[in-house]
């Protein structure tokens, strides 16, 4: 049957059920409800929970950092043994390394643990990781590195610090810092040269008596890559500085990690030496060029000195050091071989041009020579037909005072006078006896005379003799323009030779010196001396 509302009612022996009386919306509201309260339940009971463990973590920190337990202004252990510290760094990156400033820098994670035993505790937890704000409540030890420049504390987005705290009192105090500090370089040997630079760590007022510092671990992560540099080894040790406070020395526990880099070779290979080798190749050129080309040899000479001192002293690959640097003296090498055979050229050429003059001054001289001996032969001509005349009618005079009759007699001891075909007379006379050697004795140098003179008029050439050059000046006329080209030609063809063996000779001793024989420098740190 239905009820007034519609709603069907069940009965039972014509009585209404109450139960039945209930619409399906109301039983899913009362099912929700009762869900809700078992779920609050549950949130209530957790919520409780991690109240109790949040007031049990806050009541242990008070009660360990209570005034009346702690004080943070003393050391842990006071007045007993020294607190020992380990120290351990992770370097996630390194450098620049600036040569010319003498400083390297890096970000490292660097952490320091140390035992207080007045924050030990007993709790379930293995340790408590807590915020940054808690150093400010707790001791921690007072480091600060030596040669540091300008370090920070990374504090983006806040500060890159943390504190764990364990049961047994151990604590580990991390903190992300970008170091810089000096580096004491070398650069004897630069750009094939080796650096240790160091870091060096410790208190800043403790002694050692107080606070002791010892190595844990100085680890490199597997992704830092250097672009001129590469890693050889760190090594790390410990030493005892004497330090000056005032009137007392105190003695100081220091740590020193060494970062041992290397060089990357492969930029200045590259950039500086093969060029400069190639450049000395091609001045040696000029050697192959003919010497009378003197625009073509001065041309090469002039451009590769200037190409190796734009390279070499430039200053694009050379560090601005006190020193001559192993890339310095390369560079020098080079430009003294190419600058060598710019002079040799002109040495040659000087040699040339010296033996071309000297013949030119020869050939003057031979032919002044020569004109000064034709006028002479000239004059000696005259003479010798004027007085070949005299002697002629002073013979026919003779004769026609022996013969005052005017008749000559014909007779072969008689001499005679005949008309030569070329237009001159020829004289012959008889041997001389003892009657007529008087009178001719005083012409009998004129009868000599008469001989050449007549050689000369029949066409008989006068020998010459060229006069050589003067001791240590040159050679003689017919030998010079030989023995000129034979030595320019032979300095040219012993430097063809001499240039190459010799510069080849020179980089063999230059890189065995400076990567086998010349030491790094490096120095391993020792105990020293502070002032404080």
């Known amino acids: 049957m239905k009820n007034s509302r519609g709603n069907v009612v069940l009965t039972a022996h014509g009585r209404s059920n109450p139960l039945m009386l209930l619409s399906s919306s109301t039983a899913y509201n009362l099912l929700m409800s009762i869900n809700w309260l078992i779920l609050s339940a549950f949130i209530s009971f957790g919520q409780c929970n991690e109240l109790s463990k949040l007031s049990n973590t806050t009541s242990l920190l008070d009660s360990l950092l209570s005034e009346d337990k702690y004080d943070r202004r003393i050391r842990p252990g006071f007045g007993g043994p020294a607190a020992i510290v380990e120290t351990d760094i992770n370097i996630r990156s390194f450098g620049p390394i600036l040569e010319s400033e003498r400083v390297y820098s890096m970000d490292c994670y660097f952490r ?3 035992y207080d035993s007045r924050l030990r505790f007993t709790a379930a937890q293995e340790e408590l990781s807590l915020n940054w704000k808690f150093l ?22 806040v500060p890159n610090k943390f504190i764990r705290l364990r049961p047994d009192g151990q604590l580990l105090y991390s903190m992300r810092l970008t170091v810089k500090a000096s580096c004491p370089m070398h650069l004897r040997k630069y750009p094939l040269d080796t650096q240790a630079c160091p870091l060096e760590i410790g208190s800043y007022a403790y002694p ?43 003695q100081r526990t220091v740590l020193v ?37 003197a625009a073509g040899r001065v041309a090469v000479g002039a ?147 008469q001989k050449q003179l007549e050689e000369l008029m029949q066409g008989a050439k006068l020998s010459i003799r060229r006069r050589p050059f003067p001791l240590g000046r040159g050679l003689s006329l017919e030998k010079s323009p030989y023995r000129n080209r034979h030595i320019a030609s032979k300095v040219d063809s012993y430097a063809r030779v001499l240039f190459p063996v010799s510069f080849g000779i020179l980089n063999l001793l230059y890189w065995t010196l400076f990567l086998h024989i010349l030491d790094d420098e490096l120095t391993a740190p020792t105990e020293g001396n502070a002032n404080k």
């Open 208 to 250: 050692s008596q107080d606070v002791k510092y010892i190595w844990k671990n100085v680890s490199l992560s597997e992704d830092v890559v250097l672009s001129q540099y590469e890693f050889v080894n760190i090594s790390i040790i410990s030493r005892t500085n004497t330090v000056r406070v005032g009137d007392r020395e105190d």
């Open 303 to 449: 451009t590769t000195v200037l190409t190796i001192v734009t390279m070499g002293f430039g200053g694009r690959a050379r560090e601005k050091v006190g020193s001559a640097t192993a890339i310095d003296w390369f560079v020098i090498m080079c430009f003294t071989f190419v600058f060598a055979a710019l002079v040799e050229y002109a040495f040659v050429n000087y040699i040339d041009n010296y033996e071309k003059q000297q013949i030119k001054k020869q050939l003057e001289l031979d032919r002044e020579k020569k004109k000064k001996e034709e006028a002479t032969n000239s004059l000696k001509r005259r003479e010798y037909k004027k007085k070949f005349k005299t002697l002629v009618e002073m013979d026919r005079e003779k004769k026609k005072k022996e013969n005052p009759d005017g008749t000559t007699a014909e007779s072969t001891d008689s001499p005679t006078t005949s008309q030569p075909s070329s237009g001159f007379s020829s004289v012959r006379f008889k041997e001389p006896d003892e009657k007529t050697t008087n009178s001719f004795s005083r012409d009998k140098q004129l009868l000599e005379q």
């Open 257 to 293: 990690v060494h970062f041992i880099i290397a060089r990357r070779k492969g930029y200045f290979i590259l950039q500086i030496y093969a060029p400069c080798a190639m450049i000395v190749g091609a001045s040696w050129v000029s050697f192959w060029i003919n010497r009378s080309d």
């Open 112 to 114: 320091q643990t140390w």
């Open 136 to 157: 400010q409540k707790v001791w921690i030890p007072d480091t600060f590195f030596f040669n540091g420049k300008n370090s920070y504390l990374h504090k983006v987005t």
